[in-house]
């Protein structure tokens, strides 16, 4: 197959991690006998540097010629002052905008290699296998937003329109696993949950009648979510909500560095980025952990262009090379993690040794 890969390294670790999973693309077209053409445009930080924006129109334009784009992390320090006119995260909120990407599938999977590395009893994660499917172009990240010298507000908006649209994805997703949907708000005080309570009611009811719907307040779900793990099959929740849970469950797999996303829209350009940021405090030591990435360009294999068969085959290299014990610093006991190089090598070994060879 042909395909134009977009790439958006971005900011911090952002450029370490997206050549990671771009080596381990290169490898699967090699062994596949696919051909992926690559560009990488700016975002972000970089952007703002460059062009003084932080989403050029020249990156929006390949992003729409592209099959699907790659994306690292933006963001930092160096872009951060409270007063700053453009910041590097309007870009990325910018493109899942214009590119109409409004579910956000976040797969939370522990390996049992990383089990220790979590601060969650072991017992409780044995069979954890959870999706979480956050809204991402709507409530209080894209309302109208004022400021003065004293006062703030954020406006959080949502139109049924936009509840139902993500729902019916969570509801077909969920058709393909365990049949459980778990809606996550805050009925009990905000306004845009009841209609987000009421609106998913009615799209299962009418719908979806063979999945189980469960609701659960935000609040509680956040300790739930470490007591009960493996009670859950697919969260659907808002945008703000969905952020802040996924960094949460992270915590499942060990770290935050081993979360893929795929955001995803009607048409098949989907952006696809580890749900973590460009972490300052590690940038530029070549240690990031590159798995989060390289399992999102899984995602992107497997959704934006059909490629299951090779999806797969960087999920389980991935996991054969946690089981031999790659851990990178962020998961190995203290001084004995491994570079993102050398994690990202054991990456490539394993599907040279396992994935099928085209003729
Ligand atoms: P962060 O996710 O960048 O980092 C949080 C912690 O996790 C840090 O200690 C970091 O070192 C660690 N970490 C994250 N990814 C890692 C990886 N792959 N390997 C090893 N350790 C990893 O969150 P933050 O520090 O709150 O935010 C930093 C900047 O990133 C901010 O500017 C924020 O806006 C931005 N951000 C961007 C995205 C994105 O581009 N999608 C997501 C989250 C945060
Ligand atoms: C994420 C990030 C972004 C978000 C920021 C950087 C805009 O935290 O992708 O999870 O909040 O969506
Ligand atoms: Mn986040």
Request: glycine fraction near 8%; charged fraction near 25%; aromatic fraction near 4%.
């Amino acid at each position: 197959m042909n395909a134009n890969i977009l790439v958006l390294p971005g900011d911090g670790i952002g450029p370490e991690v997206t050549a990671a999973a771009v080596s381990v693309l290169r490898a699967i077209a090699k062994r596949y006998g696919h051909d992926f053409h690559f560009e990488e445009k700016l975002i972000g930080g970089a952007a703002i540097d460059a062009t003084g924006e932080p989403l050029p129109q020249a990156t929006l334009d390949a992003a729409r010629r592209a099959d699907a784009v790659l994306l690292g992390a933006v963001g930092g320090p160096k872009w951060s002052d409270p007063k700053a006119k453009v910041r590097p995260e309007q870009g990325l909120l910018a493109i899942r905008k214009a590119l109409g990407l409004y579910a956000n599938l976040r797969p939370v999977t522990p390996h049992p290699a990383t089990l220790g590395a979590s601060p969650i009893k072991p017992h409780l994660l044995n069979g954890v296998d959870l999706m979480v499917v956050r809204e991402l172009t709507g409530g209080i990240y894209f309302g109208d937003k004022t400021r003065d010298a004293d006062t703030a507000s954020d406006l959080c908006r949502y139109s049924a329109a936009e509840i139902e649209r993500v729902v019916r994805r969570a509801c077909t997703l969920a058709r393909a696993r365990r049949g459980k949907v778990t809606s996550v708000d805050k009925a009990n005080v905000l306004e845009t949950s009841r209609l987000w309570r009421e609106t998913t009611e009615r799209v299962v009811r009418e719908e979806f009648p063979d999945i189980e719907l469960e609701h659960q307040l935000v609040d509680s779900m956040a300790m739930h979510l470490l007591a009960k793990p493996r009670e859950y099959d697919v969260i659907v929740t808002e945008n703000m909500f969905g952020d802040i849970l996924t960094d949460e469950a992270s915590m499942l797999a060990g770290s935050l560095g081993l979360l893929p996303s795929a955001s995803l829209g009607d048409d098949r350009v989907g952006i696809y980025e580890p749900i973590h940021g460009s972490a300052p405090d590690i940038a530029g030591k070549g240690i990031a952990n590159p798995f989060a990435t390289i399992l999102s360009a899984a995602m992107l294999l497997r959704h934006s262009l059909g490629l299951e068969r090779e999806a797969t085959c960087i999920e389980q290299a991935v996991g054969k090379a946690l089981d031999a014990g790659v851990l990178t610093a962020d998961l190995a006991p203290a001084g004995r993690g491994v570079r993102t190089a050398d994690a990202t090598r054991a990456v490539l070994e394993q599907l040279e040794a396992d994935c099928y060879v085209a003729e």
